[in-house]
């Protein structure tokens, strides 16, 4: 079974500019996730799906950023413009369902943002 | 609100040994799970055990146990006869299992270095 896919897998970018992150669920999986990880710390979550359905944006800067997933499948982050402070790895997840206690989130390879 | 803690910024280990990863969590939450990922350097983050906080036995996978101790709030990862490719950063991550979605919160890792 392949893994959940993100490309590309490094960006590197002036400030000011847009840049998006793509991301390939595992196949199956309705909940999909996009996390942010600073250099030092653990993911945060930015934004969850359920099939094409954003769920939970709370944590997400809506000024500058957005996301899709058209017809509950692949799923695109983007920036818009993008700033020094978001530099950072930017995680996606997949889980199945949360009908399973445990609800496990399988993660991608992320994508390495550096914004000059 | 969920923290997670983990005070080791460093561990060193001989390959062969063992080698405990503390984790203590804070919560007011009866029901939750405890998880533990590791992400090489690649940047993948990779599930490795699970813990359910009503799980009467300590979860354990292959040479990875959970030391779950509920009373003193801790799930510390304990690896056995460490490998060189165990070398990386390890994460202590936790999540409520109420009705609804409840967001995986991480703690900021350990990085563990085995050495020959």
């Known amino acids: 079974e392949a893994g959940v896919v993100q490309s590309p897998r490094y960006k590197i970018i002036e400030k000011k500019q847009p840049v998006a992150f793509w991301c390939n669920p595992i196949s199956g999986h309705n909940t999909l996730y996009w996390y942010r990880q600073n250099l030092g710390q653990g993911p945060e979550l930015l934004i969850r799906?359920?099939?094409?359905?954003?769920?939970?944006d709370s944590q997400l800067p809506k000024d500058r950023f957005s996301a899709e997933r058209l017809k509950g499948v692949d799923s695109t982050l983007k920036i818009q413009p993008a700033e020094l402070g978001d530099s950072a790895v930017y995680l996606c997840?997949?889980?199945?369902?949360?009908?399973?206690?445990?609800?496990?989130?399988?993660f991608g390879p992320g994508t390495r943002l550096l914004v000059l | 609100a969920q923290k997670i803690t983990q005070t080791q910024p460093g561990m060193f280990v001989q390959e062969k040994e063992a080698v405990t990863l503390d984790c203590t969590y804070d919560?007011?939450?009866?029901?939750?799970?405890l998880f533990w990922y590791k992400q090489p350097s690649s940047g993948e983050m990779i599930f490795l055990i699970y813990q359910g906080s009503y799980d009467e036995q300590n979860a354990t996978e292959g040479r990875y146990s959970l030391n779950f101790q509920k009373a003193r709030k801790s799930a510390n990862l304990v690896i056995s006869a460490s490998q060189l490719g165990d070398s990386a950063m390890y994460f202590c991550a936790m999540r409520p299992m109420n009705t609804g979605f409840q967001k995986l919160v991480f703690g900021t890792g350990t990085r563990l270095l085995v050495s020959p």
């Open positions: 919560t007011s939450d009866q029901s939750y799970g």
């Open positions: 997840a997949s889980s199945r369902s949360l009908m399973m206690s445990a609800e496990t989130q399988y």
């Open positions: 799906y359920e099939n094409e359905e954003a769920v939970d």
